[in-house]
Nanobody
């Protein structure tokens, strides 16, 4: 069983920054083994991929966050990160960490098989 626990969400003003963390645990699980991704879901909207990283370190970003967000991982700490800069009100959503089924960066919910409980990000104008 894999557990993913997000943290770091909060309320910020537009232009501010937040850093999300996702700690992974499980009997033999390491985030090194699969791709990992960050997703978000705003009220009334579908869950969407924000950023993802593959086992080879390759990264993929949604067009709406390119140049503002950065995904990274610390394999030794089994932790995934999302640095979010220049935040906008439209970034307001619940943010989820997810494990991909394969080694490539997972950018759709169907690409993932384990999810965290989410952390709320609220950006005010």
């Amino acid at each position: 069983q894999v557990q993913l626990v997000e943290s770091g969400g909060g309320s910020v003003q537009a232009g501010g920054s937040l850093r999300l963390s996702c700690a992974a645990s499980g009997s033999t699980y390491s985030i090194y083994f699969t791709g990992m991704g960050w997703f978000r879901q705003a009220p009334g909207k579908e869950r969407e991929g924000v950023a993802a990283i593959g086992t080879d370190g390759s990264t993929t970003y949604a067009d709406s966050v390119k140049g503002r967000f950065a995904i990274s991982r610390d394999d030794a700490k089994n932790t995934l990160y999302l640095q979010m800069n220049s935040l906008k009100p439209e970034d307001t959503a619940m943010y989820y960490c997810a494990r991909g089924r394969l080694g490539k960066p997972p950018m759709t919910p169907a690409d993932c098989n384990y999810w965290g409980q989410g952390t709320q990000v609220t950006v005010s104008s």
